[in-house]
């Protein structure tokens, strides 16, 4: 079994994530074509972080991720929670934590 890996939506909250420095395994959600595609995936590894969005969409595939892994893998939303409160609320989408690059070069 694998260690950990980050959860997002899609390509440009990989790519914002990477643009921020960050260096480990982050997965796309929309390579999988659906949700048991990704669950069946993501149950390789020992502990999931999950970084969806903050809008319908990503609250919902939040809970069904939760609901399909709950008894097979970890699942980690505090560093969702961290980023929520770091900002004030003010992002709502992972692809915008772009807007903090300046802060961090």
Do not use: P, W
């Not at 997002?8 to 914002?16: L, P």
């Not at 399909?68 to 929670?81: A, E, H, V, W």
């Amino acid at each position: 079994m694998k260690d950990s890996i980050v959860a997002v939506e899609g390509k440009r909250d990989a790519s914002a994530l990477k643009r921020l420095g960050f260096s480990g395994e982050v997965i796309e959600f929309h390579r999988f074509g659906g949700i048991v595609n990704f669950a069946d995936y993501v149950s390789r590894y020992e502990k999931i972080i999950i970084l969806f969005d903050r809008d319908r969409k990503g609250r919902y595939l939040t809970g069904k991720t939760i609901q399909l892994l709950q008894r097979r893998t970890k699942i980690d939303l505090s560093f969702k929670r961290k980023l929520t409160s770091i900002t004030n609320g003010k992002i709502r989408f992972t692809e915008q934590l772009i807007c903090y690059e300046s802060y961090l070069v």
